[in-house]
């Protein structure tokens, strides 16, 4: 059962305006959620992080949204590049009860010049 | 200078054969893991070791056989290799085990595994 979900597989947007990049969970112990980006044959690398104490994080172009009672977090990147095009995954983990990070399938960005 | 390298990038294989993937960190991390990602694109633990100890095992066959020399190795063996292996496998590692906070893992590039 798949407890991190990122329903769009995929993502087009026009270079210049605003990337929105959804993900929902099903597990209300999540309290640690990250998001990765990752480049054709190349692996995951981390971008932002977001803990449940907070319902922001931003860290220049990319702000990571966190809605707990939702159980949904969304990734905005402003202004969208054409570098920014890739696969996005989302994670959460259970924080200090927690022992593994869990993934959703990915959304495929595309930023269109 | 690679932070998580793994090695073979590429592995093609005829079914029933035994094979290893190797994974080295010089992050001076404590905890590696192995992932799978399937067709579906779905990234799945498999392991997870902590200073050389096994501390996560998920829903793996026991053909895969992880092993850990030292902290800064997690090699992953593979016997009887069977089609449905046929998947990319990813080595992280991270400062400590995914259940502490403000704590994101450093992935390898990735091997690609294809069992014939």
């Known amino acids: 059962d798949q407890q991190v979900k990122q329903n769009s597989p995929s993502l087009s947007v026009q270079e210049g305006r605003i990337s929105i990049l959804n993900c929902d969970y099903t597990?209300?112990?999540?309290?640690?959620f990250l998001w990765y980006k990752k480049y054709p044959a190349e692996g995951p690398t981390f971008l932002i992080s977001?803990?449940?104490?907070?319902d922001k994080n931003e860290d220049g172009r990319f702000t990571v949204f966190l809605n707990k009672s939702a159980k949904h977090l969304s990734l905005h990147i402003v202004p969208s590049q054409p570098g920014d095009s890739a696969v996005y995954f989302c994670?959460?983990?259970?924080?200090?009860?927690?022992?593994?990070?869990?993934f959703g399938t990915g959304t495929s960005l595309t930023v269109i010049p | 200078d690679t932070a998580v390298s793994q090695t073979p990038k590429y592995l093609v294989t005829q079914m029933g054969n035994d094979k290893s993937i190797k994974c080295e960190q010089n992050?001076?991390?404590?905890?590696m893991y192995w992932y799978k990602q399937d067709s579906k694109k779905f990234l799945k633990i498999m392991f997870s070791?902590?200073?050389?100890?096994?501390?996560i095992n998920e829903t793996v066959p026991n053909r895969f056989s992880p092993k850990s020399p030292d902290k800064a190795h997690l090699n992953l063996h593979i016997n009887s290799l069977e089609l449905g292996d046929s998947a990319v496998y990813f080595c992280?590692?991270?400062?400590?085990?995914?259940?502490?906070?403000?704590?994101?893992?450093?992935f390898g590039p990735g091997t690609r595994l294809t069992v014939l």
């Open positions: 992280a590692s991270s400062h400590r085990p995914a259940g502490a906070s403000y704590n994101e893992q450093f």
């Open positions: 597990n209300s112990m999540f309290d640690y």
């Open positions: 977001i803990s449940s104490i907070k």
């Open positions: 994670a959460a983990n259970e924080g200090y009860t927690g022992n593994q990070f869990y």
């Open positions: 992050l001076g991390h404590d905890t």
């Open positions: 070791y902590n200073n050389k100890e096994l501390i």
